[in-house]
């Protein structure tokens, strides 16, 4: 398959924002590199069929400047992207892997082969890091986890390493799922029930979690909170993660948790994002 990648300089402080609007326009095939003493770079990658006028509209509404385009095929700005990454640590003692073909081995220390693909990243957003963390306080082993908006499926992986008993992973997006299924696979684990789902729209077992996990933008984790199965997924012990929220939407974030009858347990801050360690009172 081929696609269109187009590139623009964006302002650094509207950077967190332009990736909220990004996600909120269902829009997954991009990333945003930083190079020192340089303004951040947006790289998006769109196919033939897609509609680009909104997004275009959106960025020049916030000063992003562009720059060019080529055609590249999915191989090709895969390892556009690639040449930009490294191992890293996602929490402490879990490092990352993103590279298919080399074993990457650190004392003492969990590592997630996490390959990126189109439209999923590795784990390296300050959201997904501050999820990790977060997850990384509360009790793991022997618990039934459910991942909803899970990508790659980062966080389910991580909850199965920690020795989960059982671990859900829901996303709209089937491809997502797939992903999701390969990477269990490629960190020797099978025992994930992927499938998709519209938030929790079409999750229909009734059972309890112990763990429920997401991370989502600000928009989509308010919609989430608006649907009872949420409460119906939940025992008095169940703690929530929620992470994605950013500074802008902080206040309205807080006001959705009191109105939904959320205590907030933890809230930890990563650079302008938000994450939360949350109960049902």
Known sequence: MEFIESLYLIPEASESELYEQLLALEFHNFYIEHIKDKQPLLK??????????????????YGAEFVGSETLVELDWLKSWMDTLEEFELTTGVWVNPFPDTEFKKEGALVL??????????????TTQLAATLLERLPVASKKVVDIGCGTGILALLAKKRGASRVVALDEDPLAIEKTQLIFKRNGESEVEAMTSDLLHDWHDETTFDLIVANIIFEVLDALLDDPKLKRLSHRNTRLVFSGVSDEKLSRMLNSFERHGLEVLQHSKLEPWNGFILRFT
Do not use: E, Q
């Not at 998006?44 to 509404?61: E, G």
């Not at 996490?114 to 390296?124: E, L, N, Q």
């Open 44 to 61: 998006m990658y769109l196919t033939a069929k897609d509609d680009d006028s909104k997004i275009v509209t959106m960025l020049k509404r």
């Open 113 to 126: 082969n996490i390959v990126p693909g189109t439209a999923f990243g590795t784990g390296m957003h300050a």
